[in-house]
């Protein structure tokens, strides 16, 4: 017999997780439609809520989420989705399901087959082929930051270095050579205290987080003294 699944419980987190779901949620006006999510997703495509718990990074699948929210109680095992849609949460979609229901769904929809959603088919893409060569070109050019493009795009620093190494949009623009990953900044205990004395200084998360190459979560959470707890 194979081990029963199991998955971290929501309850004993559940304000904070239904919080950070409806700011990263975008309900649709049309209550049938399916609803989009801010964030990207994860490897499978689902939405996810991110926790630091005891000084771990822990992801929480957003449709689980969303159940606890609008039924205020955790989803017994999965939940699935009548859309097929894994990155929607409206909860005229999501239903609670245990194993024979998840497998009938997968074989039901023919999930055998891996769609190609890469760059403009990601329901989730903002940006267009032309686009992401315009910034490729543009840092090859030279004399510019990613700081700066990602500003003039209007799209986060971490888009910006996954585009230029390849790890976003890689099966486009072939020919114009990737930047090669930057070594990220070390946050050792006197760069966590700048980041907390800068937040309170005025400085906007979105600064912080393109400055240390970190997310705004990130910065959040140790703002918050959620992570880095020992550093005073």
């Known amino acids: ?127 267009t082929a032309p686009v992401v060569r315009a910034i490729r070109l543009r840092w090859h050019t030279g004399g510019v930051s990613q700081p700066q493009i990602a500003q003039d795009f209007g799209v986060s620093l971490s888009t910006i270095s996954d585009i230029l190494i390849g790890d976003r949009w890689g099966h486009t623009d072939l020919d114009i050579p990737r930047a090669q990953p930057r070594q990220r900044l070390h946050l050792d205990d006197k760069t966590i205290q700048v980041i907390r004395t800068s937040r309170v200084d005025g400085m906007r998360l979105r600064e912080i987080a393109d400055h240390y190459e970190i997310s705004m979560s990130a910065v959040t959470d140790i703002v918050l003294r959620r992570t880095y707890k020992h550093v005073e």
């Open 1 to 127: 017999m194979q081990p029963k699944r199991t998955m971290r419980p929501l309850m004993p987190y559940r304000d904070i997780l239904v919080a950070r779901y409806w700011e990263r949620a975008i309900p649709s006006a049309d209550p049938d439609a399916c609803w989009g999510w801010r964030l990207r997703p994860n490897h499978a495509g689902y939405g996810v809520v991110s926790l630091y718990i005891d000084g771990k990074q822990v992801a929480f699948i957003a449709s689980r989420v969303s159940y606890l929210a609008h039924h205020g109680v955790e989803p017994s095992q999965w939940v699935l989705h009548h859309c097929d849609h894994p990155l929607c949460t409206n909860p005229r979609h999501i239903y609670d399901g245990g194993p024979p229901e998840n497998s009938h769904d997968r074989d039901s929809r023919g999930r055998g087959v891996v769609p190609d959603n890469r760059g403009e088919r990601h329901g989730m893409a903002k940006l």
